[in-house]
C-alpha cells in the first residue's frame, strides 16, 4: 500500500516520506504493523530512516529503467477490433515498435466505455488509452497508480497527459491551395462525441472561413466505422442535394471509390497515419518517436501538471 501511494504521489528518490504517526491516519494500520512495514523497507534499501529528521525515500522500485507499457482500445468505438481499422493499426505497430526497441514490455488490450480492466493497469507501469469519447468512464484516472496517457483524445486532468493531432495548420493549407476561387467544403464528420472530433470541426470552420467570398462549408456526420449502407446512402444525399467541390475529413478509405464516383470532379482529402497518401497525413512513427519520449519522462516526474501534445498534421494535394 505504502509503494502504490509512493508511485502515485510522484514521489523520487531523495524525497521524504510520511511520518510514523501520518501513516497510521491514512492506512488506519496499528503503530506495531507500520513500525515493522518501515523496518522491511529499511532493510530492503527502500528507505533510509534518520533520527530527528525522518525517513527518506532511497529506491524507487516503480522507477527502474524497465517500463511495462499497456495500449488499449475502445472496443464500442473500434467494434470490430483494432486491426480491422487502418487508422488504428497503424498506430499501435508505430507504437508497438518503438516501445520494444525502447526495451520496455508491450502489452495491448482493450476496454468499453463502463468496464475497465483496473486490474490489469495495476500491474502496468503505463496505461495508454486511444479511441475514447465522452462516453467514456474515466474515473479510472484516479483508482490507479499507472500513468494515464490519451492518445488522439484530450481531457483536463491534473494528472492526465493528452496526445492529440493538430490538423488545423493542415486545413489552413487546403484552403490556400484552392484559394484562388471560391469553393465548396464538405467535411465528413465523425458521430462519436468527443472533445477532440469537436476541435477538428471548428479548424475545419475556422480556415473555410478564411477561404475566397462565396465559399461555403457543409458537414456530414457519419459513423466512420460501419460499412452500412446507411452510410453510403447519406453519402450519396447530400453531394446530390449539395455538390462539393473538396471532400475532406474522416473519409473511411473504403469510401473513396464510391466518393469519387458521386463526385468525379471533387478533389478528396482524407486524414491518414501514412506519410504517402494524400490529404491530411501524419507519419505514425515520428509521431510516436514524439510522444513516447514524453510519456518516459512524465513517468519518472510523476508530479509534472497534465498536459495537452500537439503533433502537426501535414497537407498533402
Known sequence: ???RRWKANGLKVGDRIESQNEIIKFCQFSLITVVKTLKDLEAEGVIRRQVGKGSFLVRAPWAEAFYRIGFFYNRDVVGGGIFDNVFYTRMVMA??????SD????IMGSF???????????????????SVTDETGLDVIDRVASQVCL????????RVHSYRIDFAPAFR?????????????LYIDSELPTQELAARRRWAEDAVADAPEGSSLRMLKIDPESRSAANA???RAELEAHPADVIFGHANAEWEQSLEELAPGAALYPMSLDPAQRGFTVDAAGWMADVLPRIYANFEDRQ????????TATFHP
Open 112 to 130: 468499453r466505455h463502463g468496464n475497465m480492466p483496473v486490474e490489469v493497469f495495476e500491474a502496468l507501469d503505463v496505461v495508454v488509452l486511444t
Open 173 to 185: 493549407a487546403m484552403v490556400a491551395h484552392h484559394g484562388g476561387r471560391p469553393a465548396r467544403y
Open 233 to 235: 446512402e447519406a453519402l
Open 151 to 158: 492518445i488522439d483524445h484530450v481531457v483536463d486532468h491534473p
Open 1 to 3: 500500500m505504502l509503494l
Open 103 to 106: 526495451g520496455h514490455a508491450f
Open 95 to 100: 507504437f508497438e515498435k518503438q516501445v520494444v
Open 304 to 311: 509534472a501538471e497534465g498536459q495537452i501534445h500537439a503533433h
